[in-house]
């Protein structure tokens, strides 16, 4: 699966579909995992998806508002970010969700 993401993210970087993509990357502890913000196509490599991927990266799009950015959302993501755009917090058109399955989270 981290494969795919790392694909979609580098087609949507290359098609200038979005400016950046919000994903998750290893933090320097090398066990948990951070917030990535990819801008290049080839940065796409410090992508990560496993169960220490828990933090809701919907909290980060507004401060992207009028640009157009992809992000990797689990269901509970995409529903914050749901809630963002019926409030009119975000545009729809703006956004590129990349669902992920979630299999669970580990409690840091």
């Known amino acids: 699966m ?10 949507l970087l290359m ?7 919000i994903g998750y990357k290893r933090a320097s502890d090398g ?8 801008y290049k196509e080839e ?3 410090l ?6 991927c828990v933090y809701n990266l919907s ?3 507004k401060d992207y508002v009028g640009r157009k950015v992809g992000v990797i959302a689990k269901t509970c993501d995409a529903k914050s970010i ?3 755009i019926q409030e009119n917090q975000l545009k729809r058109e703006n956004l590129f ?12």
């Open 59 to 61: 909290n980060y799009l």
């Open 15 to 21: 098609t200038r579909r979005v400016d950046l993509v």
């Open 47 to 52: 992508l990560i998806w496993d169960a220490h």
């Open 43 to 45: 940065d796409a490599d």
């Open 82 to 84: 749901a809630v963002l």
């Open 97 to 108: 969700i990349i669902g992920i399955e979630c299999q669970g989270a580990v409690d840091e």
């Open 2 to 11: 981290v494969e795919e993401i790392k694909n979609k993210v580098r087609e």
């Open 31 to 38: 066990i948990f995992a951070m917030p990535a913000f990819i």
